[in-house]
């Protein structure tokens, strides 16, 4: 031991006592002091940014030499009941600048006043927080002393019991696991001790585990006189660490002073550590005190070092972005793209006040690292597409006067979705290779529910489509399903070509959309009177519509086309799949024109007895096994990717939308809790138009309305005019809407 470590050591022990005995308020000032003490030989390397977290104060320390990714969650010690943000910040300052790493204090509230578990709640806000800012939890490492050591492993088991990930790693320094004290060094280093009493810690751990009452100035820890109890309820794993599993625990750097009377706490850690199987490294200094490396000596420089090479080794400098193949249904897509078509779907919630801008950004910022088979980019193999991870999240986009503008392949190489914004609407808009209807649904839904939480701390239950954003994603989400539920025999793919809308073609790619607005319990009841489902039904009256249109058209009845509706199927509902990738199929029901004149409960009744025959489960996996096969013959899987796209193409123009007038996409009802339904007023399901035909529908149900969107490039509105009638003759209320192409001035 150096000569001014011995004259520290003298005046620590000097002042032992009257450290031991001071009062609470005497303690927490002093805390403060030291921390600004710390702070200041380091505060001209860093910049701090102080910040509101859930329920406390908080501060973002950045070094100005930063060579690490990641960033330290760093939670102090001071016995759960001393320590505010400038004593938190003193220690932080030191880390971020010696270790050239981010690190976000945390001021988490005391006991007595907010006893247990109220400290590890706000630690648990504090690391969701920096999952919010768009760290991964492989970015994350904890650090603590003495209490703040022990919060540590408190969180961790906190986000095991959750089932959720933990950070990358633990550094802890001294931690104070076991607050029933029973470590055999309360005894053999009593002495030797130059910081803290037994008594002092029973203090604290009474104020943590009960609170306390207060007399004038004085504040008495409330006890628990039955002894076995008092031990039972202190070795509780959330307050006790040392009692709980460690398995599952990140890797840990553990320090510890030889001399103080929590070596136990590290020593005994470290071993149930090793023995479940953890990573951990323990460094015991000897003759040292309890949290020595606080005190920043020279002649332990070296710890710094070991810090510095524990947080490169858990956090790479550089992300290695993930990729995958695409799906099945995915491989057309970019293939079958076109100058002036990109095969791009909308969905978009409404809310009752106006969109922060920023706030949804941090909103997206979070929900992108929950889905990794979305928020990606397509890139170009040499035999096939693939998904490559985008490092952060797209920047939030301007609405622009009609939905689905064109997705440009050079934007999709770059990121192959957008959230857009305007007033009070939220909309994201997908490149169809990353997800179907579903699958975005559920994207759309976890971003809102974020956004409420980031603007009004509103927590919207899990479920109903709303994943956790702290849970890591499953390999059943990013799997591609068609593989695991392919039939043994394929299906034909004979079938008729149907009837085209044509119209006058908008010059410059304006899209309309006209959303009709109908009572969801008037349809419900209609279709439940006619025993069919509301997709057959809504199916039934475009099939009406279309022949109307038809018939106007081609007045020889004998060179009528059929009229046939592509509607997808979900085959989640079919098959057990978790998957949010695409995982849908067709069916195609529709009349022949050139048997005869029908009347809508004749094609009501053909549609639902079609869509009966044709969504079960061995046709689906008959259809799926169909398209599985296609690309399993070796001299296709060899052929080069040029020559690839100029086949599916070709494929795609002459049989993917030659079967049917046009699809109707129902994506059903959307029920959600009362957290969310306060403050979404509705939303919307836009399918893009086909690339040859002017038209498509999409449909979704949601607060006591059906939103059927009617999208096309032409002039006429054909369609909506002759399903408006169709409508009207059946005794169906519709509201109407639409976008406006706007005017430009001479």
């Given at each position: 031991?150096?000569?001014?470590?011995?004259?520290?050591?003298?005046?620590?022990?000097?002042?032992?006592?009257?450290?031991?005995?001071?009062?609470?308020?005497?303690?927490?000032?002093?805390?403060?002091k030291i921390g600004k003490l710390m702070a200041h030989s380091h505060k001209n390397d860093v910049e701090y940014e102080d910040i509101?977290?859930?329920?406390?104060?908080?501060?973002?320390?950045?070094?100005?030499?930063?060579?690490?990714?990641?960033?330290?969650?760093?939670?102090?010690?001071?016995?759960?009941?001393?320590?505010?943000?400038?004593?938190?910040?003193?220690?932080?300052?030191?880390?971020?600048?010696?270790?050239?790493?981010?690190?976000?204090?945390?001021?988490?509230?005391?006991?007595?006043?907010?006893?247990?578990?109220?400290?590890?709640?706000?630690?648990?806000?504090?690391?969701?927080?920096?999952?919010?800012?768009?760290?991964?939890?492989?970015?994350?490492?904890?650090?603590?002393?003495?209490?703040?050591?022990?919060?540590?492993?408190?969180?961790?088991?906190?986000?095991?019991?959750?089932?959720?990930?933990?950070?990358?790693?633990?550094?802890?320094?001294?931690?104070?696991?076991?607050?029933?004290?029973?470590?055999?060094?309360?005894?053999?280093?009593?002495?030797?001790?130059?910081?803290?009493?037994?008594?002092?810690?029973?203090?604290?751990?009474?104020?943590?585990?009960?609170?306390?009452?207060?007399?004038?100035?004085?504040?008495?820890?409330?006890?628990?006189?039955?002894?076995?109890?008092?031990?039972?309820?202190?070795?509780?794993?959330?307050?006790?660490?040392?009692?709980?599993?460690?398995?599952?625990?990140?890797?840990?750097?553990?320090?510890?002073?030889?001399?103080?009377?929590?070596?136990?706490?590290?020593?005994?850690?470290?071993?149930?550590?090793?023995?479940?199987?953890?990573?951990?490294?323990?460094?015991?200094?000897?003759?040292?005190?309890?949290?020595?490396?606080?005190?920043?000596?020279?002649?332990?420089?070296?710890?710094?070092?070991?810090?510095?090479?524990?947080?490169?080794?858990?956090?790479?400098?550089?992300?290695?972005?993930?990729?995958?193949?695409?799906?099945?249904?995915?491989?057309?897509?970019?293939?079958?793209?076109?100058?002036?078509?990109?095969?791009?779907?909308?969905?978009?919630?409404?809310?009752?006040?106006?969109?922060?801008?920023?706030?949804?950004?941090?909103?997206?910022?979070?929900?992108?690292?929950?889905?990794?088979?979305?928020?990606?980019?397509?890139?170009?193999?040499?035999?096939?597409?693939?998904?490559?991870?985008?490092?952060?999240?797209?920047?939030?986009?301007?609405?622009?006067?009609?939905?689905?503008?064109?997705?440009?392949?050079?934007?999709?190489?770059?990121?192959?979705?957008?959230?857009?914004?305007?007033?009070?609407?939220?909309?994201?808009?997908?490149?169809?290779?990353?997800?179907?209807?579903?699958?975005?649904?559920?994207?759309?839904?976890?971003?809102?529910?974020?956004?409420?939480?980031?603007?009004?701390?509103?927590?919207?239950?899990?479920?109903?489509?709303?994943?956790?954003?702290?849970?890591?994603?499953?390999?059943?989400?990013?799997?591609?399903?068609?593989?695991?539920?392919?039939?043994?025999?394929?299906?034909?793919?004979?079938?008729?070509?149907?009837?085209?809308?044509?119209?006058?073609?908008?010059?410059?790619g304006f899209k309309t959309n006209t959303t009709f607005m109908l009572s969801a319990e008037e349809i419900t009841k209609r279709a439940?009177?006619?025993?069919?489902?509301?997709?057959?039904?809504?199916?039934?009256?475009?099939?009406?519509?279309?022949?109307?249109?038809?018939?106007?058209?081609v007045k020889k009845q004998h060179k009528r086309r059929p009229v046939k509706i592509l509607i997808p199927v979900n085959l989640r509902?079919?098959?057990?799949?978790?998957?949010?990738?695409?995982?849908?199929?067709?069916?195609?029901?529709?009349?022949?024109?050139?048997?005869?004149?029908?009347?809508?409960?004749?094609?009501?009744?053909?549609?639902?007895?079609?869509?009966?025959?044709?969504?079960?489960?061995?046709?689906?996996?008959?259809?799926?096994?169909?398209?599985?096969?296609?690309?399993?013959?070796?001299?296709?899987?060899?052929?080069?990717?040029?020559?690839?796209?100029?086949?599916?193409?070709?494929?795609?123009?002459?049989?993917?939308?030659?079967?049917?007038?046009?699809?109707?996409?129902?994506?059903?009802?959307?029920?959600?809790?009362?957290?969310?339904?306060?403050?979404?007023?509705?939303?919307?399901?836009?399918?893009?138009?086909?690339?040859?035909?002017?038209?498509?529908?999409?449909?979704?149900?949601?607060?006591?309305?059906?939103?059927?969107?009617?999208?096309?490039?032409?002039?006429?509105?054909?369609?909506?005019?002759?399903?408006?009638?169709?409508?009207?003759?059946?005794?169906?209320?519709?509201?109407?809407?639409?976008?406006?192409?706007?005017?430009?001035?001479?």
């Open positions: 031991m150096k000569h001014l470590t011995k004259i520290l050591r003298s005046q620590l022990m000097l002042l032992k006592p009257f450290l031991s005995s001071c009062s609470l308020a005497t303690a927490r000032k002093g805390q403060e509101i977290i859930g329920a406390v104060k908080a501060s973002l320390i950045r070094p100005k030499d930063e060579v690490s990714s990641g960033i330290i969650l760093y939670l102090h010690g001071g016995g759960y009941t001393a320590g505010n943000l400038h004593y938190a910040k003193g220690f932080g300052t030191v880390l971020a600048s010696k270790c050239g790493i981010k690190v976000l204090c945390v001021a988490y509230r005391l006991a007595p006043e907010f006893p247990f578990p109220t400290a590890l709640d706000d630690s648990m806000d504090a690391y969701g927080h920096l999952l919010s800012s768009g760290y991964a939890p492989s970015d994350i490492i904890l650090c603590g002393e003495s209490a703040g050591g022990g919060l540590c492993y408190s969180l961790c088991l906190k986000l095991l019991e959750k089932g959720r990930t933990v950070p990358a790693g633990i550094v802890a320094i001294s931690p104070w696991t076991d607050l029933t004290l029973s470590g055999e060094s309360f005894i053999t280093n009593e002495k030797n001790e130059a910081a803290l009493t037994k008594a002092r810690l029973k203090y604290y751990a009474d104020c943590y585990t009960y609170g306390a009452r207060e007399e004038g100035k004085n504040v008495y820890p409330l006890t628990n006189p039955d002894e076995n109890d008092d031990r039972r309820i202190k070795s509780n794993p959330k307050i006790s660490p040392l009692f709980g599993s460690m398995r599952g625990m990140p890797p840990s750097l553990i320090f510890a002073g030889g001399d103080e009377i929590l070596l136990d706490d590290s020593r005994l850690l470290h071993e149930k550590l090793e023995a479940a199987g953890s990573q951990s490294t323990v460094i015991i200094r000897e003759n040292m005190w309890h949290a020595y490396p606080m005190y920043s000596l020279k002649e332990f420089e070296e710890d710094f070092t070991f810090i510095r090479k524990f947080i490169k080794k858990q956090i790479p400098l550089q992300k290695k972005l993930k990729w995958m193949s695409l799906d099945n249904a995915a491989k057309i897509f970019p293939a079958a793209r076109r100058r002036n078509w990109s095969n791009v779907f909308r969905l978009s919630a409404t809310l009752y006040e106006p969109i922060d801008r920023n706030l949804l950004q941090v909103a997206l910022d979070v929900t992108v690292r929950r889905f990794p088979s979305i928020a990606v980019r397509v890139k170009t193999g040499f035999f096939w597409y693939y998904l490559e991870e985008i490092p952060q999240a797209p920047k939030i986009i301007d609405e622009k006067p009609y939905p689905l503008a064109r997705m440009m392949f050079d934007d999709i190489r770059k990121c192959a979705f957008r959230v857009i914004y305007y007033e009070n609407r939220i909309a994201v808009e997908f490149f169809h290779a990353l997800t179907d209807g579903n699958g975005g649904l559920i994207f759309l839904k976890t971003l809102v529910s974020e956004y409420l939480y980031q603007k009004y701390g509103v927590k919207v239950p899990l479920g109903n489509g709303v994943l956790d954003r702290l849970e890591e994603p499953t390999a059943e989400e990013t799997e591609d399903s068609f593989f695991r539920y392919a039939g043994p025999k394929n299906a034909s793919r004979k079938d008729t070509t149907a009837f085209k809308l044509t119209g006058t073609r908008i010059p410059d439940r009177e006619k025993n069919v489902t509301v997709t057959a039904y809504l199916a039934a009256a475009m099939i009406m519509a279309t022949l109307g249109i038809q018939e106007e058209r509902k079919l098959f057990p799949s978790k998957t949010l990738r695409n995982f849908a199929l067709y069916a195609s029901p529709g009349v022949d024109p050139t048997l005869g004149n029908y009347t809508f409960d004749e094609v009501l009744k053909i549609v639902m007895h079609q869509m009966q025959l044709m969504i079960t489960e061995k046709n689906m996996a008959a259809a799926i096994a169909t398209n599985i096969n296609s690309e399993k013959p070796i001299f296709i899987k060899a052929t080069p990717l040029f020559l690839k796209n100029i086949i599916l193409k070709t494929v795609f123009n002459l049989v993917g939308e030659r079967k049917s007038c046009f699809s109707l996409s129902n994506l059903g009802l959307v029920s959600m809790p009362k957290e969310f339904t306060d403050y979404v007023e509705r939303m919307d399901f836009v399918l893009g138009v086909q690339a040859a035909a002017p038209y498509n529908t999409g449909v979704i149900t949601y607060n006591g309305t059906l939103y059927l969107n009617i999208i096309r490039n032409i002039e006429e509105p054909i369609l909506e005019s002759a399903l408006y009638r169709v409508f009207k003759d059946l005794g169906i209320h519709v509201k109407a809407e639409g976008n406006v192409r706007p005017t430009i001035n001479a």
